[in-house]
């Protein structure tokens, strides 16, 4: 475990240079992102806004390591993300990059221990070190007597704060939520939400929230705007 969180600053952790991403469909080119330019540091949070379907999703993945960009360069602490083998590239985003999407995606059969503990038994650590992992983690979003309990038994933002502790189980340098209050009601989204800001705080992570919620877009540290392939200030 780590002694605390990395001071914020001292240049970003995570940097997007020129990035294009371009799709084929019927003969046609879809030119989603066109030369962005994006730069996250420690303990800052960073909102993406922008229509349905202009390019929010295919900017994360790019970012996290999931989508293969068509130009431009993605950095993480000065390197290329994409400069890895495929088996070095998952490692990465196994230890350094921690995910959350609007649906959950957590394991129907398994408890929520096991379902936070499941990135580091992934990583190669025993069943003991990575519970050891998880129940904290656990007991920090609140759900420290949800420990036994399948995601069957939990509300959607118990569930969504189990997806938020196994995001963080492997003290990830980067934090990529996807719509992370999108299938929330009001009242579990703002808890969701005050969660992940405290948690980028607390653990000096470089965050990238994906959100159509206004309020959220609202608490980070700078919300931008993606249209026509690149970003710009929120509005």
Known sequence: ????????????????????????????????????????????????????????????????????????????????????????????????????????????????????????????????????RARPLLERVGLGGRLDHRPGLLSGGEQQRVALARALVMEPQVLLADEPTGNLDIKSAAGVSALILELVAERGLAAVIVTHSERLAGLVDAALELAAGRLGPGA
């Open 1 to 132: 475990m780590s002694d605390g969180p990395p001071a914020p600053g001292g240049g970003p952790v995570l940097e997007a240079r020129g990035l294009i991403r371009v799709f084929q469909s019927g003969g046609e080119e879809l030119r989603i992102l066109d030369g962005l330019d994006l730069a996250v540091e420690r303990g800052r949070s960073q909102a993406i806004v922008g229509a349905s379907g202009i390019g929010k999703s295919t900017l994360l993945y790019a970012l996290g390591g999931l989508d293969r960009p068509t130009g431009g360069q993605v950095l993480f602490e000065g390197r290329s993300v994409y400069d890895r083998g495929e088996d070095e590239l998952a490692a990465w985003r196994n230890r350094s990059v921690g995910f959350v999407f609007q649906f959950h995606h957590l394991l129907g059969d398994f408890t929520a221990l096991e379902n936070v503990a499941l990135p580091a038994r992934l990583a190669g650590l025993g069943p003991a070190e990575a519970e050891g």
